[in-house]
Nanobody
Framework: VQLQAFGGGLVQAGGSLRLSCAGS????????MGWYRQVVGKARELVAT???????NYADSAKGRFTISGDNAKNTVYLQMNSLKPEDTAVYYC????????????????????WGQGTEVTVSS
């Protein structure tokens, strides 16, 4: 299983970015996808998650500014980030849990979470 994250970059405070994360074609379905972020020297923290049925969960720091959405058919998750602040600067990682993969004999569902490679977001003041 591979998760490819895109969309990071450098933006001024108050600006917007849209992150995307797509799962590999071997994936049949994903129960929950999400975004986490990490700053050097600190633990990785939740930003937002979305379940297959569309239920969302946001960190307090993301509420009102970020919007997570998903496309089940494409096994893709998006994170629209508005009103960005310098404290949003971090490497953003996408995550997938409850992944069902295509196998030659049918399908296999695993509980192990998968992580994308990270995309860097820098917000200048």
């Amino acid at each position: 299983v591979q998760l490819q994250a895109f969309g990071g970059g450098l933006v001024q405070a108050g600006g917007s970015l849209r992150l995307s994360c797509a799962g590999s074609e071997s994936i049949l379905s994903i129960d929950t996808m999400g975004w986490y972020r990490q700053v050097v020297g600190k633990a990785r923290e939740l930003v937002a998650t979305i379940t297959r049925d569309g239920s969302t969960n946001y960190a307090d720091s993301a509420k009102g500014r970020f919007t997570i959405s998903g496309d089940n058919a494409k096994n893709t998750v998006y994170l629209q980030m508005n009103s960005l602040k310098p404290e949003d600067t971090a490497v953003y990682y996408c995550n997938a849990e409850g992944v069902t993969q295509r196998r030659s004999y049918g399908s296999l569902k695993t509980v192990t979470p998968y992580w994308g490679q990270g995309t860097e977001v820098t917000v200048s003041s």
